[in-house]
């Protein structure tokens, strides 16, 4: 890859624009609410393409490139099987509730449903994921400046955190989300001829077809059945339970980093599209990533000769080996705008949760709005400067995507048990989510633990990840249901609003059936079916 | 909310657009022949790019011509 004058200069007019989109939205900063939740104004489709791209980070566009082309069209399930479901799911079933309670938070919602125990636990253990979560960002954006411009390792990661930081800083949330929309576009535009050029390069589809290492590489589905048969070792059992679920649901419906772009929209019918409109681009990226990580392994079987030996080279691989220059700024760009948008999710949504749930609760409540404003900048910068060290310790993993499930199997895993019991049981009591929450948390250790001990063993690391989120998972969901049986239920007249069966339906005659979210949910899921199909 | 972000869209997709446009017009062939199978990428991305632009760019004109109205 060599970058000349016309490529950098694109990169340079991006940096303009992420930083100017701050600088314009300083000046509306002015109550604690504009900061963390946009004042809840914006409009869905903007929310909904934020929703999307707050979640396409260096996982997404590198990391399942990667898997794609280390484990074939199996990763399609990343996609058709686990995040469409689930993306319906919070946006016809869950979204009431966050937005109808005017809650600010994920964990603010737990100390409505339950107490504030189960509020501090799981803010706490949001605040670390998130924190280790986006040192991967940072990483990612460093090794990309690393190999261009020549710097080194640690000023590349801090040059990074600064315009990041800088952004936020200046304008919150809606800086992040406007930031967002514009990344979004850019990814898009700036992958989207590696699509074309890579499927003419070996031939149209057929030609791809003939030219992967393995005829299993080409299927969804077909392989399914018996771990044995398909290169990542899982069977159905794993593959539906355990990522369709357990880990998707885990992650689109109780991550306050997703959740938190549609508690700044403006109304409730916005709120509930946002997921649902991001449901609609998120069905077709595996045109994007898989896609050219399959190209990739197709034109070089061996790793070596394009990769590097690196799987986690695929899409930096393709992008040398298609793009001129010109086209290779807007594809360095994209690939920028991705680790941004992902870095800034989680800055976003961790130093809300750190001021409403851990400072104004616990360290300094009853302040002024001004108060916390300020402290949500400070948090802002905190959560970078820890990010630029948790970058460190992601440079001594080697594997991107191993390192993320392995938190997600953590702490968001048992948080969807938590969820599920008490937005669809009215009799979960008040103590049982603490209890069920840290038991989760534990058996995740355990699990964890046996298996980094070989104790225990899978074919992959990824069957690992997926069994511990659903040993997780299992274990608080029984713990919650025990330790509700013999502790007192929560009178009913509390539970309205964040209880399913004793919440009034909002109304619905007054909207056409085209923008009901039941509807668009639907139409979505059959898509979604006839994908599955045609790429069997 | 008094920033609409399609115009902001609107005007890097426009100059990336014309940037790529000037730069497949006026570079050396030979470089689509190694990288991108013979096509000139950057002249036909570019003004996909640059359509992209223009419209998101219209969108929010129109947009602000009737908030005035």
Not at chain 2, 6 to 35: C, H, N, T, W
Request: charge should be neutral.
């Amino acid at each position: 890859m060599h970058p000349h004058t016309v490529d950098y200069a694109i990169i340079g007019i991006y940096f303009v624009f992420v930083l100017g989109i701050g600088f314009a939205l300083r000046g509306r900063m002015k109550t604690s609410e504009d900061f963390f939740l946009s004042g809840r104004s914006i409009p869905g489709w903007i929310t909904g393409l934020a929703f999307m791209s707050a979640n396409l980070g260096a996982l997404e566009v590198m990391g399942h490139a990667a898997n794609a082309a280390k484990y074939g069209m199996f990763v399609n399930h990343f996609y058709w099987l686990a995040a469409m479901l689930a993306m319906c799911f919070v946006g016809v079933f869950m979204m009431p509730f966050y937005y109808g309670s005017k809650v600010r938070s994920v964990p603010e919602f737990l100390r409505k449903r339950y107490d504030e125990k189960t509020r501090t636990l799981n803010a706490l253990s949001f605040a670390a994921m998130t924190l280790l979560v986006s040192g991967v960002d940072l990483y990612a954006m460093a090794i990309l400046f690393e190999r261009l411009l020549h710097w080194p390792f640690g000023a590349s990661v801090v040059a990074s955190a600064l315009v990041v930081a800088i952004y936020i800083y200046l304008g919150g949330l809606t800086s992040s989300i406007y930031n967002e929309v514009l990344q979004f576009f850019l990814i898009v535009f700036g992958f989207l001829p590696l699509a074309i050029l890579g499927l003419k390069a070996v031939g149209g589809f057929a030609g791809l077809e003939a030219k992967l290492p393995n005829p299993g590489y080409a299927h969804t589905w077909a392989n399914i059945w018996h771990a044995a048969d398909n290169p990542m070792g899982i069977n159905w059992f794993g593959t539906i339970f355990g990522l369709g679920f357990v880990l998707s649901f885990g992650y689109w419906c109780t991550d306050f980093l997703v959740i938190q772009r549609g508690l700044a929209a403006k109304d409730m019918a916005a709120a509930q599209r946002t997921p649902l409109i991001a449901a609609v681009p998120k069905m077709f990226f595996p045109l994007l990533v898989v896609l050219p990580g399959l190209v990739a392994i197709a034109l070089d079987p061996t790793t070596k000769l394009m990769m590097g030996g690196r799987y986690d080279n695929a899409l930096p691989a393709m992008l040398g080996r298609f793009y001129p220059s010109g086209l290779l700024g807007i594809g360095l760009t994209a690939l920028l705008a991705s680790f941004m948008s992902g870095m800034a999710g989680n800055v976003t949504a961790f130093n809300t949760v750190l001021t409403f749930d851990i400072y104004q609760t616990h360290i300094n409540p009853g302040k002024d709005d001004q108060h916390y404003l300020t402290m949500g900048r400070l948090a802002t910068v905190f959560a970078v400067i820890v990010g630029i060290g948790t970058a460190f310790i992601v440079l001594r993993f080697n594997n991107l995507m191993d390192y993320l499930q392995l938190l997600f199997a953590f702490f968001n895993a048992p948080l969807f048990g938590t969820f599920l019991l008490g937005m669809f049981w009215k009799r979960t009591s008040a103590h049982s989510g603490f209890w069920g929450l840290l038991c989760g948390i534990l058996a995740a250790a355990t699990h964890y633990t046996l298996y980094h001990f070989h104790y225990i063993s899978y074919p992959s690391d990824m069957a690992a990840n997926f069994y511990q989120a659903i040993w997780a998972f299992a274990v608080c969901f029984c713990v919650t249901v025990v330790v509700t049986l013999f502790t007192e239920p929560r009178k009913e007249e509390e539970l309205v609003g964040l209880v399913y069966s004793l919440t009034p339906r909002p109304k619905n005659s007054d909207v056409p059936w085209y923008e009901r979210p039941g509807v668009w949910a639907i139409g979505i899921l059959a898509l979604c079916t006839v994908l599955n199909i045609i790429f069997w | 909310m008094g920033l609409d972000i399609r115009m902001p869209i609107g005007i890097i997709f426009s100059l990336y657009g014309i940037i790529l446009i000037i730069y497949g017009a006026v570079a050396d062939k030979s470089i689509f022949q190694e990288k991108s199978l013979g096509v000139n990428i950057d002249l036909w991305w570019g003004l996909a790019l640059l359509v992209f632009g223009v419209f998101m760019g219209a969108l929010a004109f129109r947009a602000s011509r009737s908030r005035e109205s």
